[in-house]
Structures are given as structure tokens and as C-alpha cells.
Nanobody, 123 residues
Framework: VQLQASGGGSVQAGASLRLSCVGVGRTLTMYTKAWFRQLPGKEREFVAAISGHGRNTLYADSVKGRFTISRDNAENTVGLQMNSLKPEDTAVYYC?????????????????WGQGTQVTVSS
């Protein structure tokens, strides 16, 4: 099972980016999906999660109102639309999948992880 994240890049503050993550191999279609981010030397930080059917979402307070998580189960993808980016959003972003139905902001709850994609926001 692989999760492949893409869409990162370097932008100015206030710009937008869209991250995408596709599942390869075993289908994780109905798994809870999430995005986390991490800076070097720091713990992985929760960003957003979405339920298997896409009806329920959970966001970190720091991104609420600016980021939107979505999924397309037919394509086995999960996306993260990031608007009004700030320098403090700079990090490596990881997608993750969990077999639990309950949305969680805790990284140990997620069994499958993508390789990460770098997002850099300059002021």
C-alpha cells in the first residue's frame, strides 16, 4: 500500500496551493484520510481529517477557515486546498489513512503514510 502526495511548492504569503494524495495498491477507499505537517526537529502536527464518506471533517484551529479537505473515492484521492497561506504553514505535508471511523488528530491512529510534499511560504 502506498500513498503518494503531490502539489507542494514555494509560494508567497496569501497565495493558494492544492495538495493531492492518491492511494496505490490496496484500496483504502473508505478509510479515514488526513493531512499532517512537520518541520525539521518538531513533532508531526495534525492539519485536517475527513471521514470515509466525506461527510465529516475535522480541522486544526490554525488552518480552520483557510484550508479545505476533500476526497474522491472513485479516484481514491484526498485533497487539501490551502488558501491564504502564511509563512507558519511552511512544512512537509503528509497524507495518512486510518481504518478507524472516528476522526482523529493523533498521528498514531493512522496506519498508512505518504512520503510527504514540501510547502514553503515566504513573507
Amino acid at each position: 500500500v502506498q500513498l503518494q502526495a503531490s502539489g507542494g511548492g514555494s509560494v508567497q504569503a496569501g497565495a493558494s496551493l492544492r495538495l493531492s494524495c492518491v492511494g496505490v495498491g490496496r484500496t483504502l477507499t473508505m478509510y479515514t484520510k488526513a493531512w499532517f505537517r512537520q518541520l525539521p526537529g518538531k513533532e508531526r502536527e495534525f492539519v485536517a481529517a475527513i471521514s470515509g464518506h466525506g461527510r465529516n471533517t475535522l480541522y486544526a484551529d490554525s488552518v480552520k477557515g483557510r484550508f479545505t479537505i476533500s476526497r474522491d473515492n472513485a479516484e481514491n484521492t484526498v485533497g487539501l486546498q490551502m488558501n491564504s497561506l502564511k509563512p507558519e504553514d511552511t512544512a512537509v505535508y503528509y497524507c495518512a489513512a486510518s481504518g478507524e471511523f472516528t476522526l482523529s488528530d493523533s498521528s498514531p491512529e493512522y496506519e498508512y503514510w505518504g512520503q510527504g510534499t514540501q510547502v514553503t511560504v515566504s513573507s
